[in-house]
């Protein structure tokens, strides 16, 4: 297994000099943090430390809380050929990731109590928070109700059947209207099948183009818009998963005007990509939803800036090279996304001109918010979780920078912006950098 | 590098106007060679060609075997059913032990679109579309210019209609393509569900009213309709396909000009079109059969023909 560079972060740990994004108190400084057993000290413009302390100069770096993934598929239990819980780990800390949450729709399903609790102590050693999200029908089969309370007290944030769209509309309205007592969101994955059917691309010019059969961006829009719809009707939570096209980018927006408890999340994959890279057949743009269209594209990033859509979600997708080798109408769709995550989303939003500190909101309070986890990460006695991003560089992604264990990324060859060169997550030091690792970690 | 710009014969979406004249004028000299009372000659000899076919086929396959064995290429048909493939032997392991054994091209059916462009990537042979899902069946696209040619003599500003189920045709995408480049004029008829979103940018228009169709084309290409698709059904009946875009002898007899009837086969003989109009001296039906081995000679010869030795270093 490949794994980051790692070491026990000394007693006291004293990083000093980085441009600290605080997104919490939405403040920016040059500034110091200091930590002491792992734990957040202080926080501040200068800190004086008298005692023996391991100093950490990061002039010119940015240090801000670790990012937060609400939407990953680490494949434990079932499909540990393509990722388990410890190399998903190692992806989301070479991403920046310090808190990942995990989608149950792993084989079998994390459907039961003692599912949840099998994944929350399994991530217990690990060097980063999994949050385990149970499935909101038993099996996934889209009927019964999961048993959301007891899954809830062995440690689930979430509910979702994701992968299959909820399409009972009566189930969904009882999920929304069960789990809002619990206090915790429903995630359905709209994509209405009938609409859908066959398809593999997006419906356009391109599938047209290519003679591969196309998914219409109304099997989405009218599935979010129906969602939306019933969240308004009971007062239910609801949370908007890879939001794809610009019709359900409108749909969410008069939800919100509605003051409907709704949120959503965007994948970096789909503000990076459009339907014409799918030009080559290459099954590594094959995902559900599909990858749609510049307008799409330009409507998910107006999302993000004006706060229809909340954050930013890899929905880390790994899947065998055997499989995606397979002819495109055959082969699953996803793609890994948590090593490229930051640096493909500040690509596309600094070129659209979305201020960094606004962008580092998408991957750390705004994601946590939606699933009620601690806001303040700098705040005294706080398990230390941060990152520290060299934003301004610039570099070509490819096979060596996946620590996944699978490497179905649609990323390798892009260009991208801004790299997570270090994360202190769990009392621990880790760097993907040998030279920046050596620098300070020797 | 061969005769023609491309190593392959993926689609007619990269072959550049000047190759499809080279293809059509092979053709015609290979199809002298077909009427011919010793109908082979040795051009492939030494070369083996396997024929590759993912999908049941029937006409397709005999007209590449066919032309295989006129140039006196060795031939080898390997048919897989989509299950087997699906569930047993990878994709990859079966092409590549395939190539194993020493050929030098392979002519490729595939259920699913892209496939041939997928094989490019684990072999070396010359790889022949022989039809992806519904993505492109560029030989059965030539095969119609060469029809066309042989029945009009020019290609630039004819009138074609293509009448059917648009969006599941392989045939019509590859038509629309390859007329276009050489100057005809496509237009698209069927029923609404079955015109896929954009096909207008690949440079054809539509009209839904057959009869304007008929009036306005110099020939049609009828399509095979099926009415369910994977559990999907695209029009209500048969008889109401008929009434709104039925080939039949009412509608040809209305016209005040002959009108060339193609089809690419199989045909469903009073669904589509009408057997008294399948059969009539105006249809070309049975000339593509034969166009079509004289335009996979001419692939063949130009995609895996040695040159002439004055190109030579």
């Known amino acids: 297994m490949k794994k980051l560079l790692s070491k026990r972060l000394p007693h006291l740990f004293h990083i000093k000099n980085g441009n600290i994004i605080d997104p919490f108190k939405g403040k920016e400084f040059v500034g110091d943090i200091l930590i002491k057993n792992g734990k957040i000290v202080e926080v501040g413009e200068k800190i004086e430390v008298t005692d023996e302390v391991a100093v950490c100069d990061v002039q010119g770096l940015v240090v801000t809380h670790g990012f937060c993934d609400i939407h990953a598929h680490f494949r434990e239990p079932g499909r540990e050929d393509k990722e388990t819980l410890t190399t998903g780990s190692q992806a989301a800390l070479a991403g920046g990731f310090t808190t990942v949450c995990v989608m149950p729709n792993t084989d079998p399903p994390l459907d039961s109590p003692e599912s949840i609790r099998f994944i929350c102590e399994k991530a217990t050693d690990l060097p980063i928070n999994i949050l385990p999200i149970g499935t909101i029908t038993k099996g996934m089969k889209g009927r019964e109700l999961s048993e959301m309370n007891a899954m809830y007290e062995e440690g689930a944030v979430a509910f979702s059947d994701d992968g299959l769209p909820l399409v009972d509309s009566g189930v969904l309205r009882r999920a929304l209207e069960y789990s809002y007592r619990i206090g915790v969101p429903i995630i359905n994955h709209a994509e209405d099948p009938t609409l859908k059917l066959t398809g593999q691309m997006h419906e356009g010019r391109w599938s047209t183009k290519l003679g591969l059969i196309g998914i219409p961006y109304v099997s989405e829009s009218i599935m979010v818009n129906r969602d939306l719809q019933i969240t308004g009707f009971v007062g239910g939570r609801l949370h908007v998963p890879h939001v794809s096209s610009e019709k359900s980018v409108e749909c969410i927006r008069i939800a919100k005007d509605e003051k409907w408890l709704v949120t ?43 706060g229809v859509i909340d954050c930013i979600a890899t929905d880390h997708a790994p899947h065998t090279v055997e499989e995606k080798e397979l002819p495109f109408d055959w082969a699953p769709n996803g793609m890994i996304g948590l090593e490229t995550a930051f640096g493909a989303s500040w690509y596309v939003l600094f070129e659209n001109k979305i201020p960094l500190r606004k962008v580092i909101e998408l991957f750390t309070v705004n994601p946590r918010r939606i699933l009620g986890f601690e806001l303040d990460l700098f705040r005294y006695g706080v398990e230390a979780e941060l990152v520290i991003l060299d934003v301004e560089k610039k570099w070509v992604f490819n096979e060596d920078h996946i620590y996944s264990k699978s490497r179905n990324s649609a990323f390798i060859g892009k260009e991208l912006l801004g790299y997570p060169v270090g994360v202190i997550s769990t009392n621990r030091f880790y760097s993907g950098d040998e030279t920046f690792f050596s620098k300070y970690m020797s | 590098m061969g005769f023609l710009r491309h190593k392959h014969l993926l689609g007619l979406e990269n072959v550049p106007i000047e190759d499809i004249q080279t293809i059509l004028d092979t053709a015609f000299t290979f199809r002298e060679v077909l009427d011919r009372p010793i109908k082979k000659v040795p051009t492939l000899q030494g070369k083996t060609v396997v024929n590759l076919f993912f999908e049941p086929s029937t006409r397709t396959r005999i007209s590449f075997e066919l032309a295989e064995k006129r140039l006196s290429a060795d031939t080898v048909n390997f048919s897989a059913s989509v299950s087997s493939l699906t569930k047993g032997e990878s994709f990859k392991d079966t092409v590549q032990n395939i190539e194993a054994m020493k050929i030098d091209g392979i002519v490729m059916r595939h259920p699913v679109p892209g496939a041939p462009i997928h094989l490019t ?43 059917g189920d648009i969006t599941h045709s392989r045939v019509a995408r590859s038509n629309i393509i390859g007329l276009k480049k050489v100057g005809a004029e496509v237009t698209l008829c069927g029923p609404p ?80 079109i009408d057997s008294d109009v399948a059969d009539s001296e105006n249809a070309i039906i049975l000339d593509q059969v034969l166009n079509g081995v004289a335009v996979r000679m001419a692939i063949l010869y130009l995609l895996l023909g040695d040159k002439p030795s004055e190109d030579k270093d």
């Open chain 2, 121 to 163: 990537k684990y072999v070396d042979s010359v790889i022949i579309n022989a039809g992806d899902g519904i993505h492109e069946h560029p030989t059965q696209a030539l095969l119609d210019m060469m029809s066309l040619k042989e029945k009009f003599g020019e290609l630039k500003g004819l009138k074609i209609g293509i009448i």
């Open chain 1, 264 to 306: 959503a999340e965007v994948t970096p994959h789909h503000l990076y990509f459009t339907d014409s890279d799918l030009g080559g057949y290459n099954t590594y743009f094959k995902v559900a939803p599909p990858i749609r269209t510049e307008e799409d594209r330009q409507a998910l990033i107006n999302g993000l800036k004006d």
């Open chain 2, 193 to 272: 569900t079955l015109m896929p979103l954009g096909i207008e940018e690949l440079g054809a228009q539509i009209n839904y009213n057959l009869d304007e169709v008929l009036n306005w084309a110099d020939a049609v290409n009828v399509l095979r309709i099926q009415r369910e698709r994977q559990g999907v059904n695209y029009f209500p009946s048969v008889r109401e396909y008929r009434a709104l875009f039925g080939v039949t002898k009412e509608r040809v007899e209305k016209l005040d000009k002959p009108l060339t009837i193609m089809h690419p086969g199989p045909m469903n003989r009073g669904v589509e």
